[in-house]
């Protein structure tokens, strides 16, 4: 090897539907990041079912931390921390990860990391970039859209989100009422490619009016009820394929004027700043990152969004974030306890 690391360490992360390992480290090197998605068990019911995560994390999570430390080629010596999920997120599936955090690290003598999963988002433009604090961090998910101002490991403010549903809830609940599938970003995209926008007119909640939350539900509504408003029987292909260019439309619409407010209000607090970072499994849409782009060159920022990979749910984003805070020697008793809700602003400051 023709680098020396001073830190190397595990990062686990079961805290949705994905049971992943990674081995990172400090000079920024990803040794390995192996991903499980749990798609297929969840399909058949449309979404995720939390006590099949459970069961799911903990018969993948052994062999999957052992694939990760093969394909790193280490042992459990060479660690330097382990760092597992805390929260937010599924309770059981956090807490099977957790538990095995806690167990190598105990059986390890390691120092441990409990990972808040938002911060692993947050944080991981620096393990694929290197950006300096302070920037503006777009997180939109399945379960979370909302800009944060990522200042310092342990430092971020809110500046807006949503008051309802998460942008990628909308997407799937879209996918779902057209029978596209499970999970229903990519397939909504997908779909959307072959349509042509005009037909429908759907409504983008919030664009225009001040601050930058965000709202979501009556673009879901307003989809269900253009649906009902087909001539009965099956939605033909066409219905399909134009309803999903509208709602994407809107979607990147709305997406676009709320981020040119959270650029304001992030000016106003931070003047220095001009980074604006996108995180989370709906970045992964070409229309979406079109539009953050957009609004971030019209305004005189930096448009940064990791490879897809690194924007949904991986093991690499918590050991990042292990690395982050043992680096500052920010390091968590064994009997800290797993969190189902765990919001950024209330992690403890660095
Ligand atoms: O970050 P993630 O993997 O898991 C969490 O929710 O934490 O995000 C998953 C979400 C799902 O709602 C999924 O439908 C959405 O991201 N998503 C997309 C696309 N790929 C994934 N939404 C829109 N377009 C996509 N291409
Ligand atoms: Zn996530």
Redesign the pocket.
Known sequence: MGYCPAMIVLGIET????TAAAIVSDDRRILSNIVRSQIADHAPYGGVVPEIAARAHIEAIDGIIANAMAAADIGFEALDGVAATCGP?LIGGVIVGAMTGKAIAAARALPFIAAN?LEG?ALTARLTDDIGFPYLLLL?????TQFIAVEGVGRYRRIGGTIDD????A??KT?KMLGLG?????????TAARGTTGRFNLPRPLKGREGADFSFSGLKTAVRHAIEALPPGAVSDSDATDLCADF?QAAAEVVANRTSHAIDIFKEIHPEGGVLVV??????????RSALDEAAAARGFDFIAPP?AL???NGAMIAWAGIERLRLGLTDGLDFKPRPRWPLDEIAAA
């Open positions: 805290s949705c539907d994905e997120g999963h988002h939109v998910s399945g379960g979370h998460a942008l990628g809830e997407f799937d996918a499970f999970p229903g970003g990519p397939a909504v995209e997908k994407q995180a989370g499994g709906v970045a992964a849409n070409r229309a979406i897809p924007c949904t749910d």
